[in-house]
């Protein structure tokens, strides 16, 4: 009778192991993202990440206000100008203040045109996040850079993966709208462009050679339409650190999978 009872402990001993084991299993593929998974979680992130960086930048001041984003001046431009500023028969005559009002105004146009323009880039980001392949998609959960510019951990892989699908196109599509801004008269006979092309004709001609400093080759609206997009991918990025360092607040089930996994 013993042995009887003993044999039957000993089955349902190794039984229920066996039901613990298959319970673990299914808990570790529930909890493990698959391949298709893994890409759909990744597609999402990115979707999150261009709509917030859209929203925050495509309203009043979401260029202008914000100084981390903000086109500045080309750094050639704002050397020669902080000297004019400073210029003792410039302030005498009150030409700073009047040469300082329109530096604001070309700003303050120049950051207004990207804030308009910046709406349009969403069906690009669409497309690029569309083609994102699972091989891409694992090497991007795993922080790994495929555009080649970090070595180590990047916590931005999946920014930097839009970046490198899309910077061209961003670049087609905001340069003209940029430029447009750039051609408009400043309230004193000429437009920002045609200020640039003067200074950078003088600077050029005279005071590179004088001071050992390369020539100027790049355009205005090519410099203002890289920052504008330096400032769309930082927002981005922004974004992207925000859900691997805590997926848990967003709503969606498959950003809590994905990155909730790598996180463990």
């Known amino acids: 009778m013993k042995k009887i009872f003993l044999i039957s402990a000993l089955i349902i001993f190794f039984s229920s192991c066996q039901v613990l084991e298959q319970i673990l299993k299914q808990a570790a593929a529930s909890t493990t993202p698959s391949e298709a998974e893994i890409v759909e979680g990744l597609k999402k992130s990115l979707e999150i990440g261009t709509n917030s960086a859209v929203s925050t930048l495509n309203k009043k001041d979401g260029f202008y206000g914000n100084p981390i984003v903000k086109i500045p001046l080309p750094p050639d431009v704002k050397s020669v100008l902080d000297v004019a500023l400073n210029n003792k028969t410039v302030k005498q005559t009150g030409m700073d203040k009047l040469l300082q009002e329109k530096i604001d105004k070309f700003l303050l146009s120049v950051n207004r045109s990207a804030e308009s323009a910046v709406i349009e880039a969403k069906p690009i980001f669409v497309n690029a996040i569309t083609n994102l392949t699972i091989n891409q998609g694992l090497n991007i959960l795993q ?94 990025g922004k974004e992207e650190k925000k859900i691997r360092k805590d997926p848990y607040q967003y709503a969606y089930d498959i950003i809590k999978k994905v990155f909730g996994y790598v996180k463990k």
């Open 143 to 236: 922080g790994k850079d495929i555009s080649g510019k970090v070595s180590g951990f990047d916590s931005i892989a999946a920014t930097h993966y839009l970046e490198l699908k899309t910077r061209s196109s961003l670049f087609s599509l905001f340069q003209p709208k940029i430029n447009t801004a750039l051609d408009k008269d400043l309230g004193v006979g000429f437009s920002a462009n045609r200020a640039w092309e003067q200074l950078t004709s003088y600077y050029n001609n005279y005071i590179s050679t004088i001071i050992g400093k390369p020539k100027i080759t790049y355009s205005l609206s090519e410099f203002a339409t890289n920052k504008a997009l330096d400032g769309v991918f930082y927002m981005m």
